[in-house]
């Protein structure tokens, strides 16, 4: 199993550009987590989908923020206008399913420079 | 809502020295609890976790959590530690009842092990 793909690993863009973060949960996972990790604020978490539904994205910090999954294999993290202060790590992790049994499986991260 | 602790921000150990890494919650209900390790560059990847039964847990690479409920404490243990222990220590927390498997991450504790 290829485990959770996140693509780019890196993107370095200027304030103001549109980012596009990708994820590719692992196959048969039904549930799919977006976190922001950085030095001040710790892993927080974004938004969270179910059966490519959004169940709570409260997390997410304002409204340049943006998540899609349009199908069960496939999710992206969109920030438009992109700001210096939304530089960071995005982390996107999969489940097996809604039971809080089941473990989240964490993706490699998407390191996002805003200058 | 709930919250979860990690008292320690960084520690610093000695080889073959003991770690207990503190982690606290405040939730009165049932919960699930997790102990996730992110190696220096790597994402993050499960340790150990407790869903019931024996509160004492043991997870990969010689670690071990204990669960104490009249003190909302899930504390990681190693009784003799590695370089290649050198990571950030993530605690989490599911509280049974939220929506799903959202877990809620403490903000980490970083152990440098030194040879």
């Known amino acids: 199993d290829a485990g959770v793909i996140q693509s780019p690993r890196h993107e370095v863009t200027e304030m103001g550009q549109e980012v596009t973060l990708r994820c590719k949960p692992i196959?048969?996972?039904?549930?799919l987590f977006w976190y922001r990790q950085t030095m001040m604020r710790g892993l927080e978490l974004l938004i969270y989908?179910?059966?490519?539904?959004?169940?709570?994205d409260s997390g997410m910090p304002e409204d340049r923020f943006s998540a899609k999954m349009p199908n069960a294999s496939f999710s992206t993290l969109k920030i438009q206008p992109s700001e210096p202060r939304d530089s960071a790590v995005y982390f996107c992790?999969?489940?097996?399913?809604?039971?809080?049994?089941?473990?989240?499986?964490f993706g490699p991260g998407t390191r996002l420079t805003v200058l | 809502a709930q919250s979860v602790s990690q008292h320690n921000h960084h520690v610093i150990l000695s080889e073959a020295a003991s770690l207990e890494l503190g982690c606290n919650y405040s939730?009165?209900?049932?919960?699930?609890l997790f102990w996730y390790v992110q190696y220096p560059g790597q994402h993050l990847q499960l340790l150990l976790k407790?869903?019931?039964?024996?509160?004492l847990v043991k997870g990969i690479k010689g670690f071990e959590a204990e669960f104490i409920k009249s003190k909302f404490s899930f504390n990681l243990r190693k009784p003799s530690v590695q370089w290649s222990d050198t990571a950030e220590y993530f605690c989490?927390?599911?509280?049974?009842?939220?929506?799903?498997?959202?877990?809620?991450f403490g903000g980490g504790t970083r152990l440098m092990v030194k040879p």
């Open positions: 989908f179910n059966n490519n539904v959004p169940i709570d």
């Open positions: 939730y009165g209900g049932t919960v699930n």
């Open positions: 407790y869903f019931s039964g024996d509160p």
């Open positions: 989490a927390v599911n509280a049974l009842g939220n929506a799903g498997n959202m877990l809620t």
């Open positions: 196959s048969g996972h039904n549930s």
């Open positions: 992790a999969s489940s097996p399913g809604r039971s809080s049994y089941n473990e989240q499986f």
